[in-house]
């Protein structure tokens, strides 16, 4: 489970950031949590996120202020924070996301809004916009599997906007995604291409090769440099991979996992790359 989850409380969530801040990394941290049923739960999702920002003000991993690009983060999925709840959901998740932004802004660290199912997209835009008025650094997410990202890319794009650039990751029907690989990822290139064109600050979320070759050869093609756009990947996927970029100069913003409903979040992770599963098992068995 540490290979892919930070710990199951905000102790272990600070004391890992640390870990990767010494290695030259820095961070987007997520609160694992299951779907959010009631208030209650998304007071104690928006609670859990205000512990960690104080606790990594009070250890002093927030002062890394001058660049956006070195910030600590948190992503927050809306669906945590009540976006689902029946009635005045929408509301809910704005007033939960304005506090998270709110305490952020206080310590020196930013928000991503995590994208969910594309039955949320239109929501999650309307609440990021109304956050931005006030968090103009708050980050959105578009997946490149979705049909509309290309266009969605073309708004984004404006000055002052950070934009994660995701393949996506639910299984959505085909009126609305591309289903093939190849289609994927020629949609990856020409949304990347429009972001690293456009006026914004590009967050090239993915673990692929061929997508980071070239969008390193494309940030170079626009004029980038170091600190004007940011890979990111996973916690616990192609770390070597994650230092190497480090060490050439780039940002690498580590998606950080912590909390205590880890399980599902794990089993998607080897669900992906089932050769994970004997690593997996090793690690395990290793702590005995
Ligand atoms: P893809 O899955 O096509 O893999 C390409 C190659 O990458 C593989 O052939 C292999 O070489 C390598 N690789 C991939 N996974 C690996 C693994 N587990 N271990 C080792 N190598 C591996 N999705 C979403 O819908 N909404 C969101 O908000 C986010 N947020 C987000 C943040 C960050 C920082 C990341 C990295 C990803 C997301 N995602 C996401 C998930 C994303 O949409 C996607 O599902 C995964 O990143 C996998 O897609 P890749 O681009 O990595 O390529």
């Known amino acids: 489970m540490r290979r892919y989850v930070a710990g199951t409380d905000t102790a272990s969530a600070v004391a890992t950031t640390r870990t990767l801040y010494e290695d030259g990394l820095t961070v987007t941290l997520d609160h694992l949590g299951e779907d959010t049923t009631d208030r209650a739960q998304a007071d104690a999702v928006t609670a859990a996120y205000l512990e960690l920002l104080g606790a990594l003000d009070r250890?002093?991993?927030?002062?890394?202020?001058?660049?956006?690009?070195a910030r600590a983060e948190v992503s927050v999925k809306l669906s945590a924070v009540g976006q689902a709840l029946r009635g005045d959901g929408e509301k809910i998740a704005l007033d939960q996301a304005r506090s998270i932004c709110d305490e952020a802004k206080r310590v020196g660290a930013t928000v991503t809004l995590d994208m969910e199912d594309h039955t949320t997209t239109d929501s999650t835009f309307a609440i990021l916009a109304d956050l931005r008025r006030d968090f103009p650094d708050t980050g959105a997410v578009v997946q490149a599997y979705l049909k509309r990202t290309e266009a969605d890319c073309r708004d984004l794009a404006v000055a002052g906007s950070r934009v994660r650039l995701c393949k996506g990751a639910y299984n959505e029907p085909?009126?609305?995604?591309?289903?093939?690989?190849?289609?994927?990822?020629?949609?990856?290139?020409?949304?990347?291409?429009?972001?690293?064109?456009?006026?914004?600050y590009p967050m090239l979320a993915t673990h692929d090769p061929h997508m980071i070759e070239i969008g390193a050869e494309r940030a170079l093609f626009h004029g980038r440099k170091a600190g004007d756009f940011e890979?990111?990947?996973?916690?616990?996927?192609?770390?070597?991979?994650?230092?190497?970029?480090?060490?050439?100069?780039?940002?690498m913003r580590v998606y950080l996992p912590y909390g205590a409903q880890w399980y599902g979040y794990l089993m998607r992770r080897l669900a992906e790359r089932p050769s994970n599963l004997a690593f997996f098992a090793r690690s395990l068995v290793s702590k005995g």
């Open 59 to 69: 250890d002093g991993l927030t002062e890394r202020l001058g660049p956006l690009a």
């Open 174 to 200: 085909e009126s609305v995604a591309f289903k093939k690989r190849l289609e994927v990822d020629l949609s990856y290139v020409r949304c990347m291409n429009v972001l690293l064109a456009g006026d914004g």
């Open 231 to 251: 890979f990111q990947m996973l916690y616990g996927v192609r770390p070597d991979e994650q230092r190497r970029l480090a060490q050439a100069g780039h940002t």
